[in-house]
């Protein structure tokens, strides 16, 4: 959660650290620093932060390896249709208006929680896939190589099989 009002961290915290692991961050630097030895399955983002602002971040999230399939979501007093559309031009995934519902932040962690587990699921399973397309592509090649060296070895027999007979 990363948001430069104390008692909005404190109210986020209060909602989700029952049932999930909760970070915090003040501003956007402070945010990005965490990523570096933090990765979490759900950013809540405010937009309004001193320095670095929400979208930013958010872009420099998005723009990071490993963190693609980050869900972020804005939690903001800016909701009304530019802002939030500038929001999803970022890679924004949702919004959540200031002052928020305990039950609605909390319903849409878990929305995007499963989303994000599936997605993972998803991600091990193509690397799953293409770790198997590898393996049979060798298979393929060396066995093409070693067709290609039976019909070699054929000819040279072939070849040597009619000075042979004359012999």
């Known amino acids: 959660a990363v948001d430069d009002s104390r008692s909005v961290l404190t109210s986020i915290r209060a909602t989700l650290e029952r049932y999930y692991t909760v970070k915090t961050a003040s501003c956007g630097e402070e945010a990005l620093d965490k990523l570096k030895e933090y990765k979490p399955d759900v950013i809540l983002l405010d937009v309004n932060m001193p320095g670095i602002d929400g979208y930013a971040v958010c872009r420099k999230v998005r723009s990071e390896n490993g963190l693609g399939f980050v869900k972020i979501v804005m939690v903001s007093g800016e909701t009304g249709l530019k802002e939030r559309l500038k929001g999803y031009e970022a890679g924004v995934d949702d919004y959540v208006g200031k002052p ?66 004359a012999i």
């Open 100 to 165: 928020f519902e305990e039950e609605e932040l909390l319903a849409k962690v878990r929305v995007f929680l499963k989303l994000k587990s599936v997605e993972d699921e998803l991600f091990e399973l193509n690397k799953n896939l293409n770790d198997q397309v590898r393996i049979r592509t060798r298979q393929l090649i060396e066995s093409e190589k070693m067709a290609a060296i039976g019909k070699w070895a054929a000819g040279i027999v072939h070849n040597l099989n009619n000075p042979l007979q």
